[in-house]
């Protein structure tokens, strides 16, 4: 529940639907920053999920992001699988930084775990 309440919290600011599914994106990431442990045990095989059912929390948090697909691309008719794909490929990349983050895998590049959210802001604006 905290990371779904992190990531409304950064889309409150939001110009349009884009804007807030660009920023639900980064927000993720910087809640992995904040909280690696949260990350560690949501999605660790053994510990807390990974690969089965969604735990309350990470559905309430992928609602966000699928409410932002949805939005980003009102106007268009997205099936269910569609919009899917489309929340799998947002999420995927942001996941993966923050695991890199909260892995400390950053660091063996130069980089501090906290420019992991550099490192989305950039991702999410495609440069």
Do not use: C
């Not at 059912?53 to 269910?80: C, H, K």
């Amino acid at each position: 529940e905290a990371l779904r309440a992190h990531m409304l919290a950064a889309i409150g600011g939001a110009i349009d639907a884009a804007d807030a599914l660009r920023r639900s994106g980064v927000a993720y990431v910087e809640f992995a920053v904040a909280n690696p442990g949260r990350l560690r045990t949501r999605f660790h095989p053994a510990i807390g999920g990974g690969g089965g059912e969604a735990s309350p929390a990470e559905a309430a948090a992928y609602d966000v992001l699928l409410a932002g697909i949805r939005g980003a691309n009102a106007g268009r008719s997205l099936d269910t699988g569609q919009a899917a794909l489309l929340a799998l490929s947002a999420w995927a990349p942001m996941h993966g930084l923050a695991a890199l983050a909260v892995d400390r895998q950053l660091e063996g590049k130069g980089l501090a775990t906290t420019d992991a959210v550099k490192l989305a802001e950039m991702l999410t604006r495609g440069r």
